[in-house]
Structures are given as structure tokens and as C-alpha cells.
């Protein structure tokens, strides 16, 4: 399948890779594509870097989906595409999250009102990165949007993003947590560990303080009876990623730090069961090497009929302009250099990751992509011979 038909047939793209390969820049210009096709779209970032809603022309973005303005894709534009971008605020998500699952308002007041909440995303390993997949999940499952392209952290988070639910679902265990609290009839004023347990409660307290271990035990004793709901949904979560409607595309440079980061984070996802598509280098060439100055054309450029009239006038103009002719050609023997690295670097690349079926490259830009024209200019390599 070509990364046309993967937008065309999958409700859920997933785009990986390290920090600074221009990810999320890919995830805007695959999402833009999508909604030039048709498809009502959502590109999220839980990044708060402001390049997403630079290069799609919001002021802003926050937890609310924004509508993306399309009117310079009129030409060729398929009917009923939209384009919606969102940045995801994890507590946000959360106090959302807590006000469907909890029995009643004043169960969701007791959590939100709890200090250890308050910086549960932060305090608890894996927290955040569940939260923003379980809001992930819930964009899902409204089934308001064709298509949802996410753009991840930076590869070491990007696990973590993708294993979080099961974690979170480990340390919620009720047979953890329950080590913590008393049973209900004792009350929340006489909690304290089961069998054995006062022992280790008055370590820990001297540890951390009794403030602390009252206030953890005040916080589980709120979650009460929504243990098992945070598990069924962190299963459905992980079985979202592993639907055959979502596609992994790993993102990249070819740089060779960035190869070798994109060549840990493939194995890390073959050993979580997890297949990466294809394959998106940017940067993959300097587009300065497609200006015609090769040997031949320069000497055309510098004959003695082009210069003579040029530096009639200058003693010395004659020199400076055989120096500016050499200088172009040792300029232009350099970019052909590292291009030809950059393409040797590529091929290591696709003989190492056999199980990818397709490699997209989008060269290195002379100027920073900022807005919608160059995210257009960038499908114009991502789709090469795909556009309709």
C-alpha cells in the first residue's frame, strides 16, 4: 500500500520518530493531504512547541480541536475534506476523563480536590502518556473524524506514550492499591495497611511523612470501584494501536544519529508487536543539488563572450569572476557529497528495516516550512506519482 492508500483506508496514522526530524511537520502535511482528499481530518500533538499551529496558520492551539481554514486548497480540493488540529492538555484530559468514569459529581469533586491528583500526571510514571492515549481512544470512539493523525514525542516518550496504558492498568491493580486502605466499613479516618502492615506504614511515614502517605491513601480510597474501568479502557486503548484501521509511519532524517535512533525505535515496536508501515526521510537531500551548476553548465555561464562585457570596466573583474566559478563548482561537488552519504545512509536504512514497505524522501528545504503553501510543497515528494 502507498501512503495515499494508507490515508484512504485507515482511520488512525501514528507518526513516530526523534525529536527534531521534522515529525510534527510531517503529521500537519499527511493530515492536509487527507483533507485535500476528502476525509474529515484531526492532526494532535500533546508537543506544546507552537510549530504545529504556525504551519497550519492558528494563532494557537490548545485541548480544543481548532478548524484548519482550507480555502487555498479550492483548486484541488475533494468535497466534504475538513481539517481540525488539537494540542492535547493531559490534565485537561483527565478532569474529563474523571467526570465520565466516576459514579457521581461528588466522587469526581473528591478526586479533583485531592493533592496527590493534582500531580498525578506528573508524579505517576506513565500517567500523562495514558491520558492523552485514553483521550485518544475517546476521539476515536465519537467516529466524528475519517482520520486522526497523531504526532508523538520524541522517540524515548513515544514508548513510553505507547505502553502506558498497560503500565497505568499495573499500578492501579486492586491488589496494590487495596494494601493501602482500610475496607469501607473501617472508614477513612482509621485507614491503615492490611496483615503486617502497620509496620511498613510507620517506615514509610518517618520516609516521606504521614501527610503524604494519608493524603496517597486518600487518593486511592476516592479511585474506589473505578479500578477495574481504568484497566478495561487501558486494554482497549492497546488494542487500538494494534487495529488493522491504524498505521505506524516512523519518521526520520538522514542523518546518521537520527537513522540509528530510527533504527532502536523500529525494534522497540517489533518487540511490542507493532508494524511500522513506512518510512518518511526528510532532509533526505540538499535540493540545491537539482541547480544545473555542474562542471559543463558553469563553463558555459563563464566562457570569455559571458564575462568580457561583464568586466570591461574591472582590471580585476576578469579573476573574480574565474574565483566565483570555482567556488560555485567546489560548492556544488560538496552538496553532491553529502547527498550521495545521505542516500548511502537511506539504502543501510531500508536493507535494515526489511519489513517496511515503502520509503517516502522529502528533501531538505532552502527555506523553513511555516505554512500551508509549504506543507503543499512538501506532499508535493511525499506523493510523488500519487496524487490524483
Same mark, same amino acid.
Not at 503529521?27 to 481530518?41: D, F, M, P
Given at each position: 500500500?502507498?501512503?495515499?492508500?494508507?490515508?484512504?483506508?485507515?482511520?488512525?496514522?501514528?507518526?513516530?520518530?526523534?525529536?527534531?526530524?521534522?515529525?510534527?511537520?510531517?503529521?500537519?502535511?499527511?493530515?492536509?493531504?487527507?483533507?485535500?482528499?476528502?476525509?474529515?481530518?484531526?492532526?494532535?500533538?500533546?508537543?506544546?512547541?507552537?510549530?504545529?499551529?504556525?504551519?497550519?496558520?492558528?494563532?494557537?492551539?490548545?485541548?480544543?480541536?481548532?478548524?484548519?481554514?482550507?480555502?487555498?486548497?479550492?483548486?484541488?480540493?475533494?468535497?466534504?475534506?475538513?481539517?481540525?488540529?488539537?494540542?492535547? !492538555?493531559?490534565?485537561?484530559?483527565?478532569?474529563?476523563?474523571?467526570?465520565?468514569?466516576?459514579?457521581?459529581?461528588?466522587?469526581?469533586?473528591?478526586?479533583? &480536590?485531592?493533592? @496527590?491528583?493534582?500531580?498525578?500526571?506528573?508524579?505517576?510514571?506513565?500517567?500523562?502518556?495514558?491520558?492523552?492515549?485514553?483521550?485518544?481512544?475517546?476521539?476515536?470512539?465519537?467516529?466524528?473524524?475519517?482520520?486522526?493523525?497523531?504526532?508523538?514525542?520524541?522517540?524515548?516518550?513515544?514508548? !513510553?506514550?505507547?505502553? &502506558?496504558?498497560?503500565?497505568?492498568?499495573?499500578?492501579?491493580?486492586?491488589?496494590?492499591?487495596?494494601?493501602?486502605? /482500610?475496607?469501607?466499613?473501617?472508614?477513612?479516618?482509621?485507614?491503615?495497611?492490611?496483615?503486617?502492615?502497620?509496620?511498613?506504614?510507620?517506615?514509610?511515614?518517618?520516609?516521606?511523612?504521614?501527610?503524604? @502517605?494519608?493524603?496517597? *491513601?486518600?487518593?486511592?480510597?476516592?479511585?474506589?470501584?473505578?479500578?477495574?474501568?481504568?484497566?478495561?479502557?487501558?486494554?482497549?486503548?492497546?488494542?487500538?494501536?494494534?487495529?488493522?484501521?491504524?498505521?505506524?509511519?516512523?519518521?526520520?532524517?538522514?542523518?546518521?544519529?537520527?537513522?540509528?535512533?530510527?533504527?532502536?525505535?523500529?525494534?522497540?515496536?517489533?518487540?511490542? /508487536?507493532?508494524?511500522?508501515? *513506512?518510512?518518511?526521510?526528510?532532509?533526505?537531500?540538499?535540493?540545491?543539488?537539482?541547480?544545473?551548476?555542474?562542471?559543463?553548465?558553469?563553463? /558555459?555561464?563563464?566562457?570569455?563572450?559571458?564575462?568580457?562585457?561583464?568586466?570591461?570596466?574591472?582590471?580585476?573583474?576578469?579573476?573574480?569572476?574565474?574565483?566565483?566559478?570555482?567556488?560555485?563548482?567546489?560548492?556544488?561537488?560538496?552538496?553532491?557529497?553529502?547527498?550521495?552519504?545521505?542516500?548511502?545512509?537511506?539504502? /543501510?536504512?531500508?536493507?535494515?528495516?526489511?519489513?517496511?514497505?515503502?520509503?517516502?524522501?522529502?528533501?531538505?528545504?532552502?527555506?523553513?516550512?511555516?505554512?500551508?503553501?509549504?506543507?503543499?510543497?512538501?506532499?508535493?515528494?511525499?506523493?510523488?506519482?500519487?496524487?490524483?
Amino acid at each position: 500500500m502507498t501512503l495515499k492508500d494508507d490515508i484512504l483506508a485507515k482511520r488512525l496514522i501514528v507518526c513516530c520518530g526523534s525529536g527534531g526530524v521534522g515529525k510534527t511537520t510531517t503529521s500537519a502535511a499527511i493530515a492536509l493531504e487527507a483533507a485535500r482528499l476528502g476525509k474529515r481530518t484531526l492532526v494532535i500533538t500533546i508537543d506544546p512547541a507552537k510549530r504545529l499551529a504556525q504551519s497550519l496558520g492558528l494563532e494557537s492551539l490548545d485541548d480544543t480541536e481548532r478548524e484548519v481554514p482550507l480555502t487555498k486548497l479550492a483548486a484541488g480540493r475533494a468535497a466534504g475534506g475538513s481539517l481540525h488540529a488539537a494540542m492535547l !492538555d493531559t490534565q485537561v484530559s483527565l478532569d474529563a476523563l474523571i467526570d465520565r468514569i466516576a459514579a457521581g459529581p461528588e466522587q469526581a469533586a473528591r478526586i479533583k &480536590a485531592n493533592k @496527590i491528583y493534582r500531580q498525578f500526571t506528573s508524579a505517576i510514571a506513565g500517567s500523562q502518556e495514558y491520558v492523552a492515549m485514553e483521550r485518544l481512544h475517546q476521539i476515536m470512539q465519537e467516529g466524528r473524524f475519517d482520520l486522526v493523525v497523531l504526532d508523538t514525542p520524541p522517540t524515548k516518550n513515544a514508548l !513510553d506514550f505507547l505502553n &502506558a496504558p498497560n503500565r497505568l492498568a499495573a499500578f492501579l491493580d486492586e491488589n496494590v492499591i487495596k494494601w493501602f486502605v /482500610r475496607p469501607p466499613k473501617s472508614g477513612m479516618g482509621s485507614f491503615i495497611f492490611q496483615k503486617g502492615g502497620e509496620v511498613a506504614y510507620k517506615l514509610l511515614a518517618l520516609l516521606v511523612g504521614e501527610q503524604l @502517605i494519608a493524603d496517597l *491513601a486518600d487518593f486511592f480510597q476516592a479511585f474506589a470501584g473505578l479500578y477495574s474501568g481504568f484497566a478495561e479502557r487501558a486494554q482497549k486503548v492497546d488494542a487500538l494501536l494494534r487495529d488493522p484501521g491504524t498505521v505506524f509511519l516512523l519518521i526520520t532524517s538522514a542523518e546518521h544519529n537520527a537513522l540509528a535512533e530510527a533504527v532502536y525505535f523500529h525494534n522497540r515496536l517489533v518487540e511490542s /508487536r507493532i508494524t511500522i508501515r *513506512a518510512v518518511i526521510v526528510n532532509r533526505a537531500w540538499d535540493i540545491l543539488a537539482e541547480t544545473p551548476i555542474t562542471g559543463e553548465a558553469l563553463a /558555459r555561464m563563464f566562457n570569455e563572450e559571458t564575462i568580457a562585457p561583464l568586466v570591461a570596466d574591472s582590471p580585476g573583474g576578469r579573476a573574480a569572476a574565474h574565483r566565483l566559478k570555482n567556488k560555485l563548482a567546489a560548492l556544488h561537488t560538496l552538496i553532491q557529497d553529502v547527498n550521495t552519504a545521505a542516500r548511502e545512509n537511506i539504502e /543501510r536504512l531500508q536493507h535494515t528495516l526489511g519489513a517496511a514497505q515503502n520509503v517516502a524522501c522529502v528533501p531538505a528545504f532552502a527555506e523553513e516550512i511555516y505554512d500551508i503553501q509549504g506543507l503543499m510543497k512538501m506532499n508535493g515528494y511525499l506523493f510523488a506519482g500519487e496524487r490524483g
